[in-house]
């Protein structure tokens, strides 16, 4: 009889107890999970001290100060200029690399190339006689462009700055055309052009987070000096290199928008990101 009762408990035990504390062992299988899911696992031994993320003081001087970007720039234009009329479009990808003097100081290097492709119409007056040329010129220039800013002021929590930027940059743009007669336009002989100067425009940045800078060059509003010489290959042209420059007040691309020669879409712009590591 008593073996019989002791068959009997056993049968209850497996029937309600045994899965009972099956299910607390999954019970306790979800929390350590939910708390591992959580960042952190608590045992009776462990420590309860929480692990902090890292600061921007914690890391390498090198990454605190180094910065890598790209910045981009496309647009079309267009010239009605009396002498010759001009539309076109023209893209641009120009990275750079800067170093951080302190929280207000930055320096760096660009280096880009531009890429362009327009329609020119030409009026010449040849023995009293106006006819036009039609010609299509693309060309492949490249630029380099060292730099320093400087930050005036921030807004909305330091998230927006407002920059003062002054540069350098010294390029080549190699033109060719592609369809029409060069002879007796500005193109006749044309090898390359180089171009140089001295810029200072006003640059805004907003900042998603420690490692991107969301940035806006206002090139429109820029002053500053520029150069260009133009260098012939025809030696009968009785020509080798012209030279031309230009004091940029406010842009020569901002004056002529203000007497409508030109017609832009993003014309004097360029926008960019900055990467820190």
Known sequence: MNNVKRIYLYILFAVFAAPLMAQQDHIGDG?????????????????????QPATVQSLPLWKQKLYYGYNFDIYYHGDTRSIRKENGWSVSLTPELGW????????GLRIGGTYSNTATNYSL??????????LRIQSGSWEVTPYARYRLKTLFNGK????????????????RVTD??????DYDGLKHSVTYGVQLSPVITYQ???KSTF???????????SGTTFCYSDPQLGKYNEHTNDVIIFSGKLRNLIANQFTPGLYGLKFGVQKSF
């Open 208 to 210: 998603f987070n420690r």
């Open 215 to 225: 940035q806006i060059f206002f090139s429109i509003l820029s002053l500053g000096y």
């Open 125 to 134: 007056a040849v023995l009293d006689t106006t006819f036009s040329k039609d």
């Open 180 to 185: 029409g007669d060069v002879k007796g336009t």
């Open 100 to 107: 951080r003097l302190n929280e207000r100081t930055h320096i």
């Open 160 to 175: 927006v700055g407002v920059w003062l930027e002054a540069h350098l940059y010294a390029g080549m743009e190699f033109p």
């Open 31 to 51: 929390l350590m999970s939910v708390a591992s899911i959580a960042g952190e696992t608590k045992t009776a031994d462990s420590p309860q001290d929480s692990v």
